[in-house]
Structure formats: structure tokens, C-alpha cells
T-cell receptor, first 114, second 111 residues
Framework: KAGVTQTPRYLIKTRGQQVTLSCSPI?????VSWYQQTPGQGLQFLFE???????NKGNFPGRFSGRQFSNSRSEMNVSTLELGDSALYLC?????????????FGPGTRLTVL | SQKIEQNSEALNIQEGKTATLTCNYT??????LQWYRQDPGRGPVFLLL?????KEKRKERLKVTFDTTLKQSLFHITASQPADSATYLC??????????FGAGTILRVKS
């Protein structure tokens, strides 16, 4: 089985712009979670989607949003980018919803905001 | 406040020795605790999951313990090898809805 794929792998944006990141889960996995990883804050949960519905959300401002399509692929969007949004954005898929299952992570998208 | 604490300092050990990594948590009541390995520039990779009613879990050279009284998990790598050098993350479920990760411990195994 192919693993979780994320595109693009690297992205450079300027403050005020918006960005859309994409995640394709492992075939058959219906849950996709997004995380932000920074040196200072570590890995922080953004949100989880299961069967096209957002199940859970972390403590991030409304500038961070996401969606999931019927084929389980997911996108996350960050609007009005700030310097502090520079981070590695990781998505992870599981076959079932919730935090009781091992997460299969993608390689991440490295976002740099200038 | 809720916290997950892992060894903040990097752990340097000699090849062949046992590495022991610590994960302590405060004000969480996890039903599950997971350990992941992360190499630079890559996403975390799942290693082990242990349930609250399990004291110990093993997988090859890996062993994890979970003490809900002490609110602590220990992760052991026996007969460590330079290839085990990586950052190790513990994660616990928060009300079953999301995984909360510790900051990770850098392990360096020297030959």
C-alpha cells in the first residue's frame, strides 16, 4: 500500500497570503488529522476529518481551516499568513476515527512565511 | 494545567546499551499512550501503543511501560544501535478525541 502523501513538500509564502496544503491518506483510511510542528511548540493537533466531517479541532485561530473530500483526500487552508505560521505541517491517516489508533504520518509540508 | 514532559536534554548512550526514555503527564487521564519515532525532515513513525490496563508491551528490542498511578510511561530500547538515533515522541489520547504529543527526546547512540 502506498503511504500518506502530502503536496507540496516545500512552500514559501509572504505575510498576508493564503496557502492550501493537500494530503492523500492511505487507501481505505477514512480519518485524516492535521498537525503543526514547530521547534518551540512541538507537534500540535489542528483538526481531524472523518467521512468528510470535522470531528475534532485544536486550539488554532479560524484562519486555519480544512476539508475532506469523498475520496478521503484532505486539504487544509491557512489564510492571512503570519510569520509564526512557518512550520512543518503534517497529516496523518487512520482507518478509524479518534485517538485510539496508530497514526500513519505523511512526510509533511514545510511552509516558510517571509 | 495539562502537561506532557519528556527528557528535555538529549540522551547520549553507547552502542549496545539500553536507552530509557521517560514520558510524564499531568492532568490527563489517557486510555492509550503511543510512542513514535521521528527522523529529521520526516513524519513520525508509529512504534508502540499501550492501553491503560496494560503494564508493559514489547516489540522486538522495544519495551514500553505505562504506570497510571505515577502518570508515567517508560520507553526502552535494548541493545541500542546507531540506527536508533532519532527523536522519540510520546503521545496520549485526550478524551479519545485527539492525540497530544510530548516535545520529544533526542536519542544519540554512539558506536
Amino acid at each position: 500500500k502506498a503511504g500518506v502523501t502530502q503536496t507540496p513538500r516545500y512552500l514559501i509564502k509572504t505575510r498576508g497570503q493564503q496557502v492550501t496544503l493537500s494530503c492523500s491518506p492511505i487507501s481505505g483510511h477514512r480519518s485524516v488529522s492535521w498537525y503543526q510542528q514547530t521547534p518551540g511548540q512541538g507537534l500540535q493537533f489542528l483538526f481531524e476529518y472523518f467521512s468528510e466531517t470535522q470531528r475534532n479541532k485544536g486550539n488554532f485561530p479560524g484562519r486555519f481551516s480544512g476539508r475532506q473530500f469523498s475520496n478521503s483526500r484532505s486539504e487544509m487552508n491557512v489564510s492571512t499568513l503570519e510569520l509564526g505560521d512557518s512550520a512543518l505541517y503534517l497529516c496523518a491517516s487512520t482507518s478509524l476515527a479518534g485517538a485510539y489508533n496508530e497514526q500513519f504520518f505523511g512526510p509533511g509540508t514545510r511552509l516558510t512565511v517571509l | 494545567s495539562q502537561k506532557i514532559e519528556q527528557n528535555s536534554e538529549a540522551l547520549n548512550i553507547q552502542e549496545g546499551k539500553t536507552a530509557t526514555l521517560t514520558c510524564n503527564y499531568t492532568n490527563y487521564s489517557p486510555a492509550y499512550l503511543q510512542w513514535y519515532r521521528q527522523d529529521p525532515g520526516r513524519g513520525p513513525v508509529f512504534l508502540l501503543l499501550i492501553r491503560e490496563n496494560e503494564k508493559e508491551k514489547r516489540k522486538e528490542r522495544l519495551k514500553v511501560t505505562f504506570d497510571t498511578t505515577l502518570k508515567q510511561s517508560l520507553f526502552h530500547i535494548t541493545a541500542s544501535q546507531p540506527a536508533d538515533s532519532a527523536t522519540y515522541l510520546c503521545a496520549l489520547d485526550h478524551n479519545g478525541n485527539k492525540l497530544v504529543f510530548g516535545a520529544g527526546t533526542i536519542l544519540r547512540v554512539k558506536s
